[in-house]
């Protein structure tokens, strides 16, 4: 009987912390989701006038906002491609060749992933106006795809930890070359590494504030125009798009590991 009621004690404390973790971590989100459905129109809009729509319909009549979230998506998909490729490349040369200075280039790889982003930010603002290029959408690529790369490079090598190279030697003692070897056979074999890297750098690349900051110009992402709305109260119209976020994120997850599960259990 003790040992039971143990057991019961033990799961209700479980409970009791898991559900104590998830209103920590979904509280504030939820905050967002319910604003953007609050009719108040006074500042700071916190407090609740009732329930409407309304947001969501003249969220496209604020046309800054809709601009700068598309600029955001045009950066992030850009740099996540550029930095994709890049730390591939980079992540297989590592781990394939030997040369002089490889120690040295790996311990250098973890600096922008490190060292506080301020830093990276006045770092690349520094190197931007030193060779003249004008503060822009291209200032910004640059600079996400400087701190992206690092991501990609890990996670492509956490893959290739357990990569046997004797499969590309079997490929090419058939006959294939080495470009067909690398997409027929390397490049399969490290997708699941290239993808996840991809997903983060993505993530960085659309959620990056401080960097950006340093170096945007007159060109403005959606977090950067978002800070300039928490000095008055985050607006409804901003509460509405950050929701609309959210659904398309979530549905994506669904999505994803519904595709997961469907291929587990063919298998």
Same mark, same amino acid.
């Given at each position: 009987?003790?040992?039971?009621?143990?057991?019961?004690?033990?799961?209700?404390?479980?409970?009791?912390?898991?559900?104590? *973790?998830?209103?920590?971590?979904?509280?504030?989100?939820?905050?967002?989701?319910?604003?953007?459905?609050?009719?108040?129109?006074?500042?700071?809009?916190?407090?609740?006038?009732?329930?409407?729509?309304?947001?969501?319909?003249?969220?496209?009549?604020?046309?800054?906002?809709?601009?700068?979230?598309?600029?955001?998506?045009?950066?992030? *998909?850009?740099?996540?491609?550029?930095?994709? *490729?890049?730390?591939?490349?980079?992540?297989?040369?590592?781990?394939?060749?030997?040369?002089?200075?490889?120690?040295?280039?790996?311990?250098?790889?973890?600096?922008?992933?490190?060292?506080?982003?301020?830093?990276?930010?006045?770092?690349?603002?520094?190197?931007?106006?030193?060779?003249?290029?004008?503060?822009?959408? @291209?200032?910004?690529?640059?600079?996400?795809?400087?701190?992206?790369?690092?991501?990609?490079?890990?996670?492509?090598?956490?893959? @290739?930890?357990?990569?046997?190279?004797?499969?590309?030697?079997?490929?090419?003692?058939?006959?294939?070359?080495?470009?067909?070897?690398?997409?027929?056979?390397?490049?399969?074999?490290?997708?699941?590494?290239?993808?996840?890297?991809?997903?983060?750098?993505?993530?960085?690349?659309?959620?990056?504030?401080?960097?950006?900051?340093?170096?945007?110009?007159?060109?403005?992402?959606?977090?950067?125009?978002?800070?300039?709305?928490?000095?008055?109260?985050?607006?409804?119209?901003?509460?509405?798009?950050?929701? !609309?976020?959210?659904?398309?994120?979530?549905?994506?997850?669904? !999505?994803?590991?519904?595709?997961?599960?469907?291929?587990?259990?063919?298998?």
């Amino acid at each position: 009987m003790k040992k039971k009621k143990r057991e019961k004690r033990k799961k209700r404390l479980g409970i009791l912390f898991c559900t104590l *973790v998830y209103l920590f971590l979904f509280l504030p989100i939820s905050v967002i989701v319910v604003n953007s459905f609050n009719a108040t129109t006074s500042k700071p809009y916190m407090s609740w006038k009732g329930f409407t729509f309304e947001w969501y319909i003249k969220l496209w009549e604020n046309h800054s906002l809709v601009e700068a979230f598309g600029v955001t998506m045009v950066i992030a *998909v850009v740099s996540t491609l550029l930095a994709t *490729v890049i730390g591939t490349l980079g992540a297989v040369g590592m781990y394939r060749y030997r040369f002089k200075g490889k120690a040295l280039i790996d311990g250098l790889l973890y600096i922008p992933v490190v060292i506080p982003e301020i830093v990276l930010g006045i770092s690349l603002l520094t190197i931007f106006a030193k060779v003249h290029i004008p503060r822009g959408m @291209l200032t910004l690529i640059l600079a996400h795809v400087t701190f992206c790369i690092p991501f990609v490079i890990f996670n492509v090598r956490a893959r @290739l930890a357990g990569y046997d190279s004797s499969i590309e030697e079997a490929s090419m003692d058939l006959g294939a070359n080495r470009l067909v070897t690398f997409f027929e056979i390397t490049l399969p074999v490290l997708a699941p590494g290239i993808l996840g890297g991809a997903l983060l750098a993505f993530t960085l690349s659309i959620d990056d504030v401080i960097i950006s900051y340093f170096v945007y110009g007159q060109t403005k992402t959606y977090p950067l125009k978002v800070m300039e709305s928490v000095k008055s109260g985050v607006a409804p119209d901003v509460n509405a798009l950050s929701t !609309l976020i959210l659904v398309g994120t979530i549905l994506f997850v669904v !999505l994803t590991q519904g595709n997961l599960f469907h291929k587990k259990s063919r298998q």
